[in-house]
Each structure stands twice: as C-alpha cells, then as structure tokens.
C-alpha cells in the first residue's frame, strides 16, 4: 500500500542553520504530497504542499519539490529560527482515495 | 472561527467512566477523521466517515465508538478504557471527489486514563 518514509529524528540545530528533512514515499498512483507541522500542544497544520511532478511547495522560508524520478519531497529551510522548533511530517494522498498516509514525524530543536 | 474545533481540549477520565470528544468542521467538507497520536508511534487512524457513512475502522477497539449525525459533527464516544488509550486524539476533515485535498486539523483532545 501507499506508504512514507521520512528520517528518523530528532534533529537539533542552531539558529540561522541549513535544514533538510527526507522523505520518500510510495505510491500505486500519482499522489499529492505534503508537509505539516505541529508545534507542542497543538494540532497538525499544513505548511506546503505539490500536487504534481516538479511543484514546488514553499510557506514561511521552507520549500519542498515533488521528484517522480525519485519518490522523494525533501524539506528545506535556509535558516532555521527558534519558533521553528516543532515535528514536521510528511504526508501523501492518492486521487480518488481519502485516506491521507503519513510518516513518523521528525522532531526539529533549534538553539538559539 | 477556527475550521475544525475540537472539545474539550484536555480529558482525564477512570476507567470506568464514559465520555465523549466532539469535533465540528465549518469548512463544509463531506469528509472526517479520527486520528490517534501516542508519543513515539506513527499517527493512527482510526476511522473515517465519507458523507456521513463510516467507510473504514483500522481495527479499533470497540471501546471507541464513532458517530457522525451529519457532515459538520464527529463525535467518539469513550468507554472502559485502559490506560494505555492516553494520547492526542486528533480530528479533521477534507473535501473528497475534487482532487487530492489536503486534511485540516483540529487542535487536539489530550486524553489522560487513570
């Protein structure tokens, strides 16, 4: 079945640092993918997202590009604040299904 | 208001109590979730509804029970539950039919068995 994959945390890093975030997935179809975070106490909330091939999401500095070639939609941030400390986690959907997939979640520290 | 509020926000129930989480979307979406999320475990689903007709339970103990009157209201009803369903119990809706819609949130039941 439809599955992702992204790295194992947590990550610590300190501010005005270089983020990636990896995540690959699997899919019988062409999904859409997404990123969501949630900081402590709080619900997931969608931070971009790529409906097709080559898309480019990106909100508040960080970006991700949907790669066919592959499976992959990388996080990236250029400088990492504080207030982006958080779980981030990468998630999938397929068209025609409602069951939205995601990954384990990757547990972002930033240092001041 | 917020699209998809949940309540209350935090429960702390015995295990031979029975309580409800509530969650209600204003977005107008015909989809809705329950999602369980432990510390350290992949978020759960739980269960799904598509115009108000449940179309999956990923073999969730019957202690759960869901109900969803309507498109807008989810409910989850809780019964006899062990300590170990303690967790983030998280809610949310998309738009099925028109494309791969992203889910939108709630902020979360924080439910504490004792």
């Known amino acids: 079945g439809d599955s992702v994959t992204q790295m194992e945390g947590p990550v610590t890093l300190s501010e005005e640092a270089f983020l990636t975030i990896n995540c690959t997935y699997t899919?019988?179809?062409?999904?859409?993918l997404f990123w969501y975070v949630q900081y402590p106490g709080e619900g997931l909330q969608l931070l971009l997202k790529?409906?097709?091939?080559?898309d480019k999401g990106s909100n508040k500095g960080f970006e991700a590009t949907y790669r066919k070639e592959t499976t992959s939609f990388h996080l990236e941030k250029g400088s990492v604040q504080v207030s982006d400390s958080a779980v981030y986690f990468c998630?999938?959907?397929?068209?025609?299904?409602?069951?939205?997939?995601f990954g384990a979640g990757t547990r972002l520290t930033v240092k001041p | 208001e917020t699209g998809v509020t949940q309540t209350p926000r935090h429960l702390v129930m015995g295990m031979t109590n029975k309580k409800s989480l509530k969650c209600e979307q204003h977005?107008?979406?015909?989809?809705m979730y329950w999602y369980k999320q432990s510390a350290k475990k992949p978020l759960e689903l739980m269960f799904v509804?598509?115009?108000?007709?449940?179309?999956e339970n990923n073999s969730v103990p019957s202690r759960f029970s869901p109900e969803c009157p309507n498109s807008s209201h989810l409910f989850l009803h809780l019964h006899t539950l062990q300590p170990e369903d303690s967790a983030l119990y998280l809610c949310?809706?998309?738009?099925?039919?028109?494309?791969?819609?992203?889910?939108?949130f709630g902020q979360g039941t924080r439910l504490t068995v004792v």
């Open positions: 949310a809706s998309s738009q099925v039919g028109q494309g791969n819609t992203e889910a939108f």
């Open positions: 899919a019988t179809g062409y999904p859409s």
């Open positions: 790529a409906t097709k091939a080559d």
């Open positions: 998630a999938l959907i397929t068209r025609g299904n409602n069951d939205m997939r």
């Open positions: 977005l107008g979406h015909n989809a």
């Open positions: 509804y598509n115009f108000k007709e449940q179309t």
